[in-house]
């Protein structure tokens, strides 16, 4: 999600690359000739969950990703609400799942996609029923699950370690960690 933006959001001029000196000293970034707008492109924060229900752990698969990927529940943090409102938001609009307490796990890099990553254990209860963009779901004991080498991945992995588990990463990751990455998140 490296954002090409071309115009300008203020005048509607194209934007250019343009040198500018910062606090941090030169720095080139698309900016407008004419009303000095600065194209930031500043890293998005996305949510992600481990859903618990009873005991076991929920990953979903979603419908545009290639191959058999299970992953976490994520979502784009929305204006006007706290990581923690949005993440119960997701969780709901995703799963119809009620989260009843929640706890973060980690905050993750994930650079490939411009996007920061704020990852919550979800303790929830209800009865599961996905929205369209998610295809399956399966319910996994946590000694179980297989995590994978990219952004959510990790949290996953920090998750199990916070409760006495040695995470294991899926095998094709190593051969080919690009593969690994892109299906590996929520590209939205
Ligand atoms: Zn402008």
Excluded at 41 to 56: F, K, M, Q
Excluded at 94 to 114: C, H, P, S
Aim: aromatic share 10%.
């Amino acid at each position: 999600m490296t954002q090409a933006f071309k115009f300008c959001p203020l005048c509607a001029t194209e934007l250019a690359w343009v040198t500018q000196a910062e606090d941090g000293g030169d720095k080139s970034r698309l900016r407008c000739p004419a009303c000095d707008f600065t194209h930031w492109n500043n890293p998005t924060p996305v949510l992600a969950a481990v859903i618990e229900i009873d005991g076991r752990i929920l990953l979903a698969r979603n419908a545009a990703w290639p191959g058999k990927m299970y992953a976490l529940i994520t979502g784009f943090m929305e204006a006007g609400e706290t990581p923690q409102e949005g993440i119960a938001r997701e969780i709901a609009e995703e799963t119809a799942l009620t989260t009843d307490a929640l706890n973060l796990i980690g905050v993750y890099d994930f650079q490939r996609m411009n996007q920061i990553i704020i990852a919550y254990h979800a303790v929830c209860h209800g009865e599961v029923h996905l929205s369209p963009e998610l295809v399956d779901f399966r319910m996994y004991a946590p000694e179980d699950l297989k995590c994978w080498p990219a952004g959510t991945g990790y949290a996953l992995a920090d998750w199990l370690r916070s409760r006495g588990h040695t995470p294991q990463f899926v095998e094709w990751a190593r051969r080919d960690e690009s593969a690994a990455t892109s299906s590996s998140t929520d590209s939205e």
